[in-house]
């Protein structure tokens, strides 16, 4: 409703700006542009992209373009268009045009360009040797690699053969670490091995250095539950049709009898998370992960994670809050196109749609 007033508030300045003051010179600022410059997810390195940006006005508009509110380019009425050759990392930022005659000038949104790119993991001919005793978990951290975003998909191998998501003594963590849960030791000296593939990148596939790890007899027959890797705090804005996880990855032996279990304080009140609308809780994944469905505002707060022993009478537990802002206003101007227009000579005060916009919240 509030966004529907604004353009016609917008529609009928503009359209008396149009007609009473500037017509009366017959020359008009730009105030609205028909193209804006549009930003993809991300921009594969070495790849060609173009930005392109339109209006009209009299006179002809000019066009300059700005990098993270720079100047980049001077102004010309043919540079409409910003063409990058062969992206560069440091070509990441926030990039809009600004178009402008004698009367005023128009900015728009930015157009967010992020370069997608990954390197090589460090020390990728790394064997590390690691030691644990029978019943305990071990943590296999994912190694260092710079990548851009974050490698979308992160496998890992024992001895060479994938490692099945059906077996339960393994998970890997939202960040990509290995986990082993309840070694034994006929476990004992396996290699581990990770490959982290950028799917934004042209799908670029890094190997990773190795792990060996060797497993030694506890004797123990059971193990008391404990929580390796636990949820971590979460600060979020609202994104339709996104979803979030938090992650409790548990130990304990007999594995089999671990009872993992989610609640989340509601109004003071604990509450537990079951499979729902809103949460995703897959018996397949042993209460491992809880994901959280088309997270908004009312699903903040804190979420806990209890781990026992089936029969035990204390759980233990790991807390995280999890905050998420609702859409700002900026999201209102961004899908207009516009973000604010500056004023070049006091004629055209009226037709500051900047402060419409603003008026009007
Ligand atoms: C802008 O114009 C000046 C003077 O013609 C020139 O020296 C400068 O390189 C130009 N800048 C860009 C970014 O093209
Ligand atoms: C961006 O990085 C490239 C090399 O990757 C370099 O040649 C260029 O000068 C850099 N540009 C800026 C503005 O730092
Ligand atoms: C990689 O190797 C170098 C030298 O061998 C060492 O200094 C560095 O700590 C290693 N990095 C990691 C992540 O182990
Ligand atoms: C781990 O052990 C293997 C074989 O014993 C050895 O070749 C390798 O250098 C060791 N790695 C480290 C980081 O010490
Ligand atoms: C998570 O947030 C809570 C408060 O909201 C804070 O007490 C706790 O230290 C945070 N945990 C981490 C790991 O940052
Ligand atoms: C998973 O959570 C549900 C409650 O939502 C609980 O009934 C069930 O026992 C849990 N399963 C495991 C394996 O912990
Ligand atoms: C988690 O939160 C609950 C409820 O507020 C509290 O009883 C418990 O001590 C907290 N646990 C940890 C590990 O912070």
Redesign the pocket.
Do not use: K, L, P
């Given at each position: 409703m509030r966004r529907s007033r604004s353009a016609v508030v917008i529609y009928l300045l503009v359209t008396f700006c149009k007609e009473f003051i500037c017509q009366a010179e017959n020359v008009f600022p730009p105030t609205s542009f028909s193209e804006v410059p549009n930003g993809d997810m991300y921009q594969a390195e070495g790849s060609n992209k173009v930005l392109t940006c339109k209006t009209s006005s009299l006179p002809t508009p000019e066009y300059g373009w700005l990098k993270n509110d720079q100047y980049i380019t001077n102004f010309s009425t043919t540079g409409y268009q910003f063409r990058f050759t062969n992206t560069k990392r440091n070509d990441t930022g926030y990039y809009r045009c600004e178009a402008r005659n004698t009367l005023g000038a128009l900015l728009s949104a930015p157009a967010v360009v992020t370069v997608a790119y990954m390197d090589d993991f460090e020390n990728s001919s790394?064997?590390?040797?690691m030691s644990i005793s029978s019943g305990q978990a071990i943590v296999l951290p994912m190694p260092p690699v710079k990548s851009v975003p974050f490698p979308k998909s992160i496998s890992w191998t024992r001895n060479q053969i994938p490692l099945s998501v059906y077996d339960t003594r393994y998970q890997i963590s939202i960040d990509g670490a290995l986990v082993l849960l309840d070694q034994t030791t006929t476990d004992s000296n396996k290699i581990y091995h990770v490959t982290a593939t950028n799917t934004h990148s042209d799908g670029l596939e890094m190997l990773g250095p190795q792990y060996?790890v060797t497993v030694t007899e506890s004797g123990l027959t059971a193990v008391p539950a404990s929580i390796v890797v636990g949820p971590k705090n979460v600060t979020v804005v609202q994104d339709v049709g996104d979803s979030i996880k938090l992650e409790c990855i548990c130990n304990a032996r007999p594995l089999s009898s671990l009872i993992v279990r989610w609640f989340r304080m509601v109004n003071g009140v604990k509450t537990e998370v079951i499979d729902s609308i809103d949460f995703l809780l897959p018996v397949s994944e042993k209460n491992r992960t809880l994901t959280i469905k088309n997270y908004k505002p009312s699903h903040s707060g804190l979420y806990i994670c209890e781990a026992m022993l089936l029969g035990d009478a204390t759980p233990v537990t790991a807390n995280a809050t999890l905050e998420v802002h609702g859409e700002y206003l900026c999201g209102v101007l961004r899908k207009l196109g516009i973000m604010h227009v500056r004023k070049v000579s006091s004629q055209i005060s009226l037709c500051s749609l900047h402060r419409l916009i603003r008026d009007d919240t």
């Open positions: 790394h064997i590390f040797n060996r």
